[in-house]
Nanobody, 116 residues
Framework: QVQLVESGGGLVQPGGSLRLSCAAS????????MAWYRQTPGKQRELVAT???????NYADSVKGRFTISRDNTKNTMYLQMNILKPEDTAVYYC??????????WGQGTQVTVSS
């Protein structure tokens, strides 16, 4: 069974940084495009960043220039480096394949809280 495990979240002050990790037990991980998503209470899950098998990346406008998505195919792991964090980045962050190839069930996510 495919498993997604996110980690690295925490409490950070505005302007701070965090690095999230996603361990994915996906067959042929190196060949699939992956993404980070985030969700706050009462809102739909939103796409934050994507990375293709070839390493091409895309970002939501709200995080462009502050977040960097990357992957290590030797470890079946994806990362999200988050810099210059803002209170509006507060959310539960999830990793998954890109839509419509989503893995079910989703992982437990990792909570990121940006607050002074």
């Amino acid at each position: 069974q495919v498993q997604l495990v996110e980690s690295g979240g925490g409490l950070v002050q505005p302007g701070g940084s965090l690095r999230l990790s996603c361990a994915a037990s996906i067959n042929n991980f190196s060949r699939v495009s992956m993404a980070w998503y985030r969700q706050t209470p009462g809102k739909q899950r939103e796409l934050v960043a994507t990375i293709t098998s070839g390493g091409n990346t895309n970002y939501a406008d709200s995080v462009k220039g502050r977040f960097t998505i990357s992957r290590d195919n030797t470890k079946n792991t994806m990362y999200l480096q988050m810099n210059i964090l803002k209170p509006e980045d507060t959310a539960v962050y999830y990793c998954n394949r890109i839509f419509p190839y989503l893995v079910q069930p989703w992982g437990q996510g990792t909570q990121v809280t940006v607050s002074s």
